[in-house]
């Protein structure tokens, strides 16, 4: 049913789909592609974002029982305006995944309760009013189940990226992403999303953390309807059956909702969607267990606090 959703919204002649390993878009592994700027100085400027979303009723394939999951987090962002128009930006965020029954995996002996990823990432962006906008990034990030300490997993990726412009209000993003994984070969993920401005009300891009289209209401409001593929890799705790093994929650999800920024320090996205999810246990490179959801409605928001309420 989902396939059958993003066939719809990509139409006509959508890009093959990518693999479920491949972030599409925004999600965690890739980092946010996109300049937001904050309001301040020019100097140190801040955000805070909050964000939560809840999956209920996600029957697991083949089997009666069901996977939901509650998400939340929280992310720093630290900005700082360089010359020649360009900046740079510093990001420290932490998410919990909180799955509401436990499972066995690839005969390990430890259930999965809950996973919980830190981030910290560093990314300069070249002046957006060049001919060819660009931006570099590099992350440290580790995924922990069972107690492990994250400075003991770390791995590490980066990403080059530019935005080629085609022609008036229609260009192109093509981005190079380089992410180690957890006992995994090293993904190496080229991009290419396409940025048309149709009109000063509608915008196909960059969409709230996703690649979709966009409405601009009014000045404060947006409404858009996105789609986002993510991933994040956890190692398993030592006193497991699989201490060397990590699980991979892959999330593939198409989403509408609404952005509501009344003012440079405040802004709310508040979206609902239906998701597949997928979790596979691999030991170098062999996947040992995996269970499969089907569709499933979720919903969320994000809260971002700016520098003008942060002062």
Known sequence: MLALLLFSLLAPNPPKAPAPSSPLALGPGLGDLTLRTLDGNGDWDAKFDFNGAAYKSTRVKGAPESLDLDRFGGRLELQHSMPAEQVVSLGFEYERLAYGNNYMLGGTTAPLHSADHWRVDATWFGAQDAPIP???????????????KPLDELTFGGNLG????????????????????????VR????????????????????????????????????FLSVNLEERGYRLGKESGAPDAAIY???????????????????????????????????????????????????????????????
């Open 134 to 148: 660009w931006f570099a990034s590099a992350r440290a990030e580790a995924g922990l189940v069972d107690g492990a």
């Open 162 to 185: 530019a935005t080629v412009p085609l022609m008036e209000h229609v260009g192109v993003k093509l981005v190079i992403d380089v992410n180690e994984r957890h006992e995994d070969d």
């Open 188 to 223: 190496i993920l080229p991009l290419a999303l396409l940025d048309w401005r149709i009109s000063e009300a509608w915008h196909l891009g960059d969409q709230a953390g996703g690649w979709g289209l966009g409405f601009q209401g009014n000045p404060a409001t947006n409404y």
């Open 249 to 311: 929650d892959e999330e593939l999800s198409l989403r509408g909702g609404m952005v509501w920024h009344p003012n440079p320090g405040l802004k709310v996205d508040l979206f609902v969607g239906l998701a597949e999810r997928e979790l596979e246990l691999r030991d170098d490179g062999e996947g040992l267990g995996t269970i499969e959801t089907d569709d499933a409605l979720f919903g969320g928001i994000r809260l971002s606090l700016g520098t003008s309420y942060l002062k």
